[in-house]
C-alpha cells in the first residue's frame, strides 16, 4: 500500500479519530514483552514513534511484509521518520521501510542520550543524503545513542556528499544476523562508518557496498570494530586511481575480526581486502580473492598493513596487486602466525608478501605465489627491512619474467648501508623448490642469517647463485 506522508497536524488528527487499526504505542517504557500493532501507514508509522518517544519508549509490531513508504522528510528535518528519542523496539515482521519520494532524507536517526532503537526483521532501504556534513543515509546513530538489528538488511541507501551510506555509527551499534548491502557514500564507509563502538557478529553480511575514497564495506576513523562469524564480499572503492580498503578500512581505531570472510573486495591503490593505519587482529579468518587494479603503484591485494597488524591462523589466498599480491606491509609491524600466504600473485614485487619494515612470520607456508613481470622479484617475499622467519616453509614459488630473481625470497638494503636494512633471519625454515630466471632460492644483496634446522634447497634455476653477494653464507648450490 502506497500513502502519501502526511503532515504532523493531520497524523495527530488521524490518530484522535481513533483509526481501524491501533497506530499508536502505549508506552510502556520499554520491551517487557507487549507490543502495539502499527497498520501498513506511513502515517501511523510516524505517529506510533512520536506517541513511543512521548511515553518513556515502547514496542511497536509492524504489519507483515508491509512496505512503509516515505514519500517526504519529516517535519523538514533530514529524516524520514521521527527521531528516536527513547528506548524502542520495532518488530518489523519482514515489513521494509522506504525512501519513495524524489526528496533527500535518511531514514533512521538515533539520538543521544536516551535513544536505543532494537528492530528485528526489518529492512532499511533507500535512505539518500545529498547536503554536506550529514551522516549515514540509512541510519545515524548519535554519539551515546544505542542501535541494535537483529536479522535485518540495510541496503539501497546512499550519501553523496558524506559518509556511511548504510549506517553512521558514532555510539554503540550491534549487528546481529543482519545484512548491510549495495550502499554507497562518496567519501569513506559505503557500508559502515564507524567512530563508536561497532559489534558485527553471527553469519552478518557486508555485501556489495561501494566507496569513493575509503572502507567499501566499513570505514573506522576511531573507536572499536569486532566482527565475528561475517561475511565482507564484493565491496569496493570507485576513485580512479585513488582508493583504501576495498573491504575495510582503517584510518584510526582498532578492529578484530574472527572467523570471517573477507573475499572478492577491489580497492584502486591499496588493501584489496583490508587497508590498515590503526590496529587490525585476524583470527581464523579468509582472506581470499581480493584486489587492487592500479598497476603502476599501489600495493596489498589482501591486506595492506601501515600501523600494526597480527594473523592467527590466517589463510591470504588468490590475491592480486601490483606490489605484495597477498600482503603488503610498509612502515607498519606485521606478525602472522600459523598461517598460509598461497596462490597470490604480484606484478613487479612480492607475490605473497611485501614487507618495507618489520614483519615476523612464525609456524606459517608461503606457497604457490607468482611474480609476473618481467623483471619481477621475490615471487614468494620481498624484504627490504627486518623480517623474521620462524618455522615457515617457503615452497613452490615462481617469478615468471625474463629477468626476474628470487622465486622464493627476494632480499634488499635498498642501496642503504643501515644494519636495519635487508635484516633477513632464518630459523627452522625451509626454502625449497622456488623458481625465478635466475636465483630461484633467496637473491640478497646482503649476508643474512641462517640458524640451524634452516635450508634452502632444490631451487630452479639455483638456490643463492647470482646474488648481490657471493657467496652466501649458508646456501648450497
Known amino acids: 500500500m502506497r500513502l502519501n506522508l502526511a503532515p504532523p497536524s493531520i497524523a495527530a488528527a488521524v490518530f484522535l479519530a481513533g483509526a481501524a487499526t491501533p497506530a499508536a504505542a502505549v508506552g510502556h517504557g520499554g520491551d517487557d514483552g507487549r507490543s502495539t500493532p502499527v497498520a501498513c501507514s506511513t502515517t501511523a508509522l510516524i505517529s506510533a514513534i512520536e506517541t513511543a518517544n512521548a511515553n518513556g519508549g515502547g514496542t511497536l509490531s509492524l504489519s507483515k511484509r508491509c512496505d512503509y ?3 517526504d522528510a519529516y517535519d523538514s528535518t533530514a529524516d524520514g521518520l521521527p527521531v528516536i528519542t527513547k528506548r524502542i523496539t520495532i518488530k518489523g515482521n519482514g515489513a521494509t521501510i522506504e525512501r519513495t519520494g524524489d526528496g533527500p532524507f535518511r531514514i533512521f536517526e538515533v539520538a543521544a542520550p536516551d535513544g536505543d532503537l532494537n528492530a528485528y526483521d526489518l529492512t532499511v532501504k533507500g535512505g539518500s543524503l545529498t547536503t554536506g556534513g550529514l551522516y549515514g543515509a540509512g541510519i545515524y546513530v548519535q554519539r551515546g545513542a544505542k542501535l541494535t538489528l537483529h536479522d535485518s538488511t540495510v541496503t539501497g541507501n546512499t550519501d553523496t556528499t558524506n559518509s556511511g551510506g548504510g549506517i553512521a555509527n558514532f555510539g554503540r551499534t550491534t549487528l546481529t544476523h543482519t545484512s548491510v548491502t549495495d550502499n554507497s557514500s562518496n567519501s569513506s564507509g559505503g557500508g559502515i562508518y564507524n567512530v563508536g563502538k561497532l559489534t558485527v557478529n553471527k553469519n552478518s553480511r557486508l555485501n556489495n557496498n561501494q566507496t569513493l575514497v575509503e572502507g567499501g564495506a566499513l570505514y573506522l576513523e576511531g573507536g572499536t570494530a569486532a566482527l565475528d562469524h561475517t561475511t565482507i564480499d564484493g565491496n569496493s572503492t570507485a ?3 585513488f582508493g583504501f580498503g576495498g573491504g575495510v578500512a582503517v584510518e584510526e581505531g582498532e578492529v578484530w575480526l574472527d572467523d570471517c570472510a573477507v573475499t572478492n573486495n577491489t580497492a584502486t591503490a591499496y588493501g584489496g581486502g583490508v587497508y590498515n593505519e590503526g ?4 583470527r581464523d579468518t579468509r582472506v ?8 603502476d603503484t599501489g600495493g596489498g591485494g589482501g591486506l595492506y598493513n601501515d600501523a600494526w597488524l597480527e594473523g592467527y591462523k590466517v589463510k591470504v589466498k588468490g590475491n592480486t596487486s601490483a606490489r605484495g599480491g597477498g600482503v603488503y606491509t610498509d612502515y607498519g609491524a606485521l606478525t602472522l602466525r600459523d598461517s598460509q600466504v598461497t596462490g597470490n600473485t604480484a606484478l613487479t614485487e612480492g607475490g605473497g608478501l611485501r614487507s618495507t619494515w618489520v ?6 607456508t608461503v606457497s604457490g605465489n607468482t611474480v609476473t613481470d618481467a623483471s619481477g622479484h621475490g615471487a614468494g617475499i620481498w ?11 617457503v615452497t613452490g614459488n615462481k617469478a615468471t619474467g625474463s629477468a626476474s630473481q628470487g622465486g622464493g625470497i627476494y632480499n634488499t638494503t635498498g642501496g642503504s648501508t643501515a644494519n636495519s636494512r ?3 633471519q632464518l630459523l627452522k625454515t625451509k626454502v625449497t623448490s622456488n623458481s625465478a630466471n635466475t636465483t630461484g632460492g633467496v637473491y640478497t644483496d646482503r649476508q643474512f642469517t641462517v640458524f640451524r634446522d634452516s635450508a634452502i634447497t632444490n631451487n630452479t634455476p639455483s638456490n643463492c647463485t647470482g646474488s648481490g653477494v657471493s657467496p652466501v653464507y649458508h646456501c648450497t648450490n
Open 422 to 424: 635487508g635484516n633477513l
Open 69 to 71: 513508504q516515505l514519500t
Open 288 to 295: 581470499e580473492g581480493n584486489s587492487t587494479t592500479r598497476t
Open 239 to 241: 576513485t580512479t586511481n
Open 359 to 364: 614483519a615476523a612470520l612464525t609456524g606459517t
Open 279 to 282: 590496529k587490525v587482529v585476524l
Open 383 to 393: 624484504n627490504s627491512y627486518s623480517l623474521v622467519l620462524n618455522d615457515v616453509r
